[in-house]
């Protein structure tokens, strides 16, 4: 169950309590992103949970005009590390710093992608005023 759920050796403190570090999608401590950025996958079974959620937690970014200056964190799954990606959920971000959720089921994934195994974060950027993108993601249920 370790190697499918993550392992609890490795939490990380986010000052909201501990998180599993092998289901960190991106470290909130990175360096803030100029440009769209890719995260590397994480091996991930979702099809086999109940119910999941991802957080998001979003520091402020300057520029922000709705439909014209803008992120966009996109979830993706796949059936390897290296294949093709299926979106499976987005959320637009505006400059203001928020935690945002987004829930799964893993009977939703099943329909996408039923040999789901990895998930990976995407930050994309819109426009050309907005502001660089400070953010973190983690699965969590």
Known sequence: MARILGSLNFPRHLGRGLVDAKLMLRDIKSPAIAATTTEPAIEFFPTICDYFKILVIQRAFTGFTATTELWTISFEVS?????????IGKKELNGTAKDHEIAFTGNEIYDILKDSKWMRAK???????VGNLTYGAFIVW
């Open 123 to 129: 930050a994309t950027k819109t426009g050309t005023s």
């Open 79 to 87: 059936d390897s590390a290296n294949g093709t990606f299926t979106e």
